[in-house]
């Protein structure tokens, strides 16, 4: 077996050429194994490309279940653009201590096109709140306790792979660290690289429709400040966004005031004024440190594991519709993947195969959240549609059952247990809050009111 002795072999880029030459140095070799047979003398060889939540919590389980990993990620010091809301089930799940949340939410506004406003925490239980953590904390946290499960982290831009044409052919990752070009060969890659994928575009896995997110983040005289430290806000109406919500979250010193619309991208900066003179009021003598904008995907990708590349996170399109939540998705997707690999690769002693990522992998994550994400998608086809609905949405959230049951779906993630009679209740408020708003019979195909007692709102 011609195993490579170091891994990281590396070309420089000449400095003065206009276009990048560099010595010519053939590419590592990595001997592959075929398909289940046993690795001799080495152990599974996998890459992930990007150190957010996703990427992390691949390379933690990859590297914790034997399997020889290399984590890269381009801006180490950099911050992913995210309100930061997490929710509770996350905590224990992902084990993230608690001197990493900037706020404990335990109350929430959500707030109509009319102005209605209702107070969305009332049936939160003295232990229950919404987790508000800043990115550049959580991911470097997250990426340093990959690298002390045995990750290897690197520091680097990946531009392409170069995808084998035989099943005993590595893939090769190219990357650059401080103007050099670098490659390694890998047994399988993980692609966890965020809505603009690199490896969604070099495996031809497909596109899918994004919103744009823009939020400002925005720092608040203390008496202002004072007024957010447990609160979170949601606003809805067509000045703000004719498809999602806007929001106000707080953090740490400041609060993130931000919107997000799939069908009005090029108005996403006139729907941001939109929210704070909404807010303007409860923000005035406030200075503006950050702006930020980012693609959220709205559906998955069409192809998600292609030979032995699998995407998870935003590269795979894991955000749900309604909350426009990925983070918790993104973890989970990267641990299950992770944990699919070591199963199927018996703790990286054996070759594994595209079969091996579908069943492993994708069949479980199908199998788990297939459904809450389809009915996601419906309630927000139905609620943000309109202002009328809208009004329905906002009204239906002051009923303490329909909280109870949207608070219970979102912070553990399970399917609530829900009460007949209460469920049947909540379908008919459903239906009448619709018809008071004149919006049954408009955009309504297909709905069910179950879900809504389901999934909550
Ligand atoms: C404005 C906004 C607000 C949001 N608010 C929330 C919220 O409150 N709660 C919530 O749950 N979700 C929220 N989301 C969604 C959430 O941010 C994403 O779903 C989540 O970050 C996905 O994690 P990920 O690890 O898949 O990808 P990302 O977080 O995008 O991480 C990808 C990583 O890969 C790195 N990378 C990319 N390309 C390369 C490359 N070629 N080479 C090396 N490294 C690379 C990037 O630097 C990055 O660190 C929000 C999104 C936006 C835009």
């Known amino acids: 077996m011609a195993a490579i002795t170091h891994p990281l072999h590396s070309l420089t880029l000449t400095s003065k050429s206009p276009t990048p030459r560099f010595k010519t140095k053939p590419f590592p070799k990595l001997q592959i194994s075929a398909s289940n047979k046993p690795i001799s003398g080495r152990k599974l060889r996998v890459a992930v490309i990007g150190g957010g939540p996703a990427g992390s919590s691949a390379a933690e389980t990859l590297a914790s279940g034997g399997i020889e990993t290399y984590l890269f990620e381009r801006s180490p010091t950099g911050a992913k653009p995210c309100g930061g809301a997490i929710p509770l089930c996350m905590l224990d799940e992902f084990s993230i201590p608690p ?35 800043r990115r550049e904390v959580l991911d470097s946290y997250l990426r340093s306790r990959a690298e002390s499960n045995g990750a290897v982290l690197l520091k680097g831009l990946v531009t392409h792979l170069d995808i084998p044409n035989h099943p005993n052919q590595p893939y090769i990752i190219h990357y650059t660290v401080n103007n050099t070009i670098k490659y390694l060969p890998v047994d399988a890659v993980i692609g966890a690289d965020g809505a603009n994928s690199r490896v969604a575009k ?68 006139s729907l941001q004024k939109a929210i704070r003179s909404r807010v303007l009021p409860k923000i005035a003598g406030g200075t503006v440190i950050k702006v930020e904008a980012h693609p959220i995907p709205e559906h998955p990708r069409p192809v998600r594991v292609r030979g032995r590349v699998a995407l998870v996170g935003d590269a795979a399109g894991y955000v749900t519709k309604c909350s426009g939540e990925g983070i918790y998705f993104a973890a989970k997707s990267g641990r299950m993947c992770g944990e699919g690999i070591v199963k ?114």
């Open 99 to 133: 001197e990493l949340i900037d706020r404990k939410v335990t109350h929430m506004k959500i707030i109509s096109p009319s102005n209605l406003t209702v107070d969305f925490g009332k049936t939160l239980k003295p232990n229950e709140h919404i987790s508000m953590v």
């Open 202 to 269: 070099s495996i031809d896995a497909g596109d899918y429709t994004c919103a744009i997110a823009f939020q400002e983040r925005i720092k608040l005289p203390d008496d202002k400040m004072q007024y957010y430290h447990n609160l979170a806000e949601m606003y809805v109406g067509n000045d703000v966004s004719p498809d999602f919500y806007a929001w106000v979250f707080p953090k740490c010193d400041h609060v993130a005031v931000g919107t997000g619309t799939v069908t009005s991208k090029p108005k996403i900066k």
């Open 344 to 457: 199927a690769s018996e703790g990286g002693e054996k070759m594994i195969e595209e079969s091996d990522l579908k069943r492993e992998y994708l069949k479980q994550w199908d199998s788990e959240y297939v459904n809450m994400f389809r009915c996601l998608d419906l309630l927000q086809h139905v609620f943000y549609g309109s202002n009328a609905a809208r009004e329905s949405l906002v009204e239906l959230c002051g009923d303490e059952y329909v909280q109870r049951m949207t608070f219970e779906s979102y912070l553990y993630k399970k399917l609530a247990n829900g009460d007949r009679w209460e469920d049947l209740k909540m379908g008919w408020n459903t239906i009448g809050s619709l018809m008071r708003c004149k919006i049954v019979g408009k955009g309504m195909e297909g709905f069910d009111p179950s879900v809504v007692a389901r999934f909550g709102l």
